[in-house]
């Protein structure tokens, strides 16, 4: 594998107060790149200080969406330690994500490297309030300058990385979610399986109409008969029912999440029936009705989301008296210890940096 060359920024920044901390606003000091080219594959990774590309406007990425990234977490546990939290099976994901947009493929060794050799540069950037994290943005973007309707040429791989704040400040949050019988995100056969911007462009319309309406988050049904559960929001949607945990099966039209799978595997862990099935929306209604049933998002941002509301054709379902389920709050505390070291990790899902805090 190619060394990664680094060159240090010499005027740092000062990083926010973690108390301060939003989503997706503030960014370390530096960033990774590497480049394609046709005929000569991924060259020249490099770390450099964080700062703004230029691009042709007849970049093919700004006209044709030929966009991939993934998104996952460092955290910074009570013993100081910086923790990578299932970074293989990103890295893994990355790369399926860029087999559906024509992308040629990047050395998952390296894309893991990328991301561990960054946190460590900028590692004074991972925030250690509670429930507090270092989001890790790697992304590739399609570089050659034409246009017409072709794969891309050439590519940029970059990682980028920001402090972000407790998704929950103040306990779990129910959302209050509205199953769209009109607008849809992906269909099988389509890109619902890649991380691509496209899909989230697709999102943006239904999600405004949710939020007029007073909900959080759009529940997605199927493309074709408007009836089947796809996703909720950005996250995997799970429910359960009586002493069953269901979430849709990896179709097509769906992303496989991580945390969707973190909590799939602890299900079985714990002996409990967890089935990958369709689900069909009114058999959801009858549950939520007869007061059977409980429901969450999952997702590497929040984590797990329970839905304490679900409206569909002009009805509110309220769900669990609209607090936070019993299972629900078990996964959450769960997998947030494993991510911050208070819990075991029996399945290694998280990576150790090599170097203490201020090493
Ligand atoms: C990222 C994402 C998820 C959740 O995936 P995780 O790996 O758990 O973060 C689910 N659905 C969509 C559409 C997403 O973009």
Not at 177 to 189: C, E, N, P, T
Not at 213 to 240: C, F, P, S
Request: proline share 6%; with cysteine; charged share 20%.
């Amino acid at each position: 594998m190619t060394q990664i060359a680094i060159d240090r920024t010499t005027t740092p920044k000062q990083p926010p107060a973690d108390e301060t901390l939003a989503f997706g606003k503030v960014f370390t000091d530096h960033m990774f790149l590497m480049d394609y080219q046709e005929g000569k594959g991924w060259h020249d990774p490099r770390i450099v200080p964080y700062a703004p590309f230029t691009l042709d406007p007849a970049c093919c990425v700004l006209h044709y969406g030929q966009a991939i990234f993934d998104g996952l977490k460092a955290f910074r546990g009570r013993d100081g330690r910086v923790r990578l939290f299932r970074l293989p099976d990103h890295a893994r994901r990355l790369n399926r994500s860029a087999h559906y947009l024509c992308i040629p493929e990047i050395d998952p060794a390296m894309v893991e490297e990328s991301i561990r050799a960054l946190v460590e540069v900028d590692q004074r950037w991972v925030p250690s309030l509670p429930g507090t994290s270092l989001y890790i943005r790697p992304t590739v973007i399609a570089t050659e300058t034409f246009l017409g309707v072709h794969p891309s040429s050439s590519y940029l791989y970059y990682v980028i990385l920001g402090p972000v704040g407790a998704y929950y400040k103040e306990g779990m949050n129910p959302v209050r979610i509205l199953a769209s019988d009109k607008h849809v995100r992906a269909v099988q056969g389509g890109l619902g399986a890649a991380k691509t911007a496209g899909n989230y462009a697709a999102s943006l319309f239904g999600a405004e109409e949710a939020q007029k309406a007073g909900y959080t988050q759009v529940l997605w049904l199927d493309g074709v008969e408007h009836r089947y559960l796809d996703e909720v929001g950005t996250m995997n949607i799970m429910l359960k029912i009586d002493d069953e945990v269901i979430t849709p099966p990896l179709n097509g039209a769906i992303l496989a999440g991580i945390t969707r799978d973190s909590v799939l595997t602890l299900l079985r862990d714990w002996g409990l029936r967890a089935s990958e099935r369709p689900i069909a929306i009114d058999e959801v209604i009858a549950a939520a009705q007869a007061g059977r049933l409980e429901m969450w998002g999952t997702g590497t941002a929040a984590v797990i989301s329970p839905v304490g509301e679900l409206g569909y054709k002009g009805e509110r379902y309220v769900i669990g008296g609209g607090k936070t389920g019993a299972l629900t709050q078990k996964l959450y505390d769960t997998i947030v210890g494993i991510q911050y070291g208070t819990a075991p990790d029996p399945h290694g899902w998280t990576r150790m940096l090599g170097n203490r805090l201020g090493g």
